[in-house]
């Protein structure tokens, strides 16, 4: 994580008082900042797939994922804040393989808490932080669960960044981890937030390793094993430290 403290300000008082501002340069920022991941996502996601997009934001993931996975796919976007899913909804309006959950992922149908960040739009947790703004009571969903009710078709590609709740997410498609050799996960991996919300960064590994589940790093399109040596060593990391990982049981080449 990149902390500029002086232009997150900045633009969260965009997010607030002048939003199309805000969301041309926002992505604009993304595009140049998370190239490596757009172009890992692109190459991964093929024409037809069922995409999740958990911790949708405003939507400018959707927008691409739509695109990566064409019109005979789909892109179920979960994102629990409802100032950011009013967004999510206008700046995915018209695109028809989209549908939209105002909901956060755990790991079952639950009512949970939402601490909202006073700085960043994209920083609300579901664990006590300290100087948030306010608390928000949302629903949480399974994603086992829907797929069992019939409202999540075949899931090909998982995006998620939810600030280190992750792990309690994946607990609650269980399921759907077990019986999809093929399924491919972009995940933040951020050892601070999940030791925040409760687990920690060797518990995620752990976790997926028993499923038959590794974790690749994504660095400037070079993929590189992630090893549990280097997890326990970097277990306890600071704050900003985090990166993006994908996480497959099959080697993506």
Known sequence: MDFNYTKIKFG?????????????LY???KLNNDKTEIELLQRIIKPGNAVLDIGANIGFYARLLSTFAGSQGIVYCF???AINFKHLQKNTAGLKNIKLFNNAVSDKKNRIK???SKLLNVD?????VNNFDSIEEIEA????ELIETGILKTVNVIKIDIQGYE???FKGMLKLLTESPDLKIVAEYWPHGFTRAGTSAIEFYDFFEKLGYAFTIIDNNDLKPLTRHYVIENNNQHFEFSFNVLIAKAKIS
């Open 12 to 24: 969260n008082w965009l997010f607030k008082k002048s939003f199309p501002i805000y969301n041309i």
């Open 79 to 81: 994102e629990p804040d």
């Open 27 to 29: 992505s604009r920022f």
């Open 124 to 128: 609300h947790r579901t664990y006590p």
């Open 167 to 169: 792990l309690v997410a």
């Open 141 to 144: 969903v399974s994603i086992d």
């Open 114 to 116: 939402i601490y909202k």
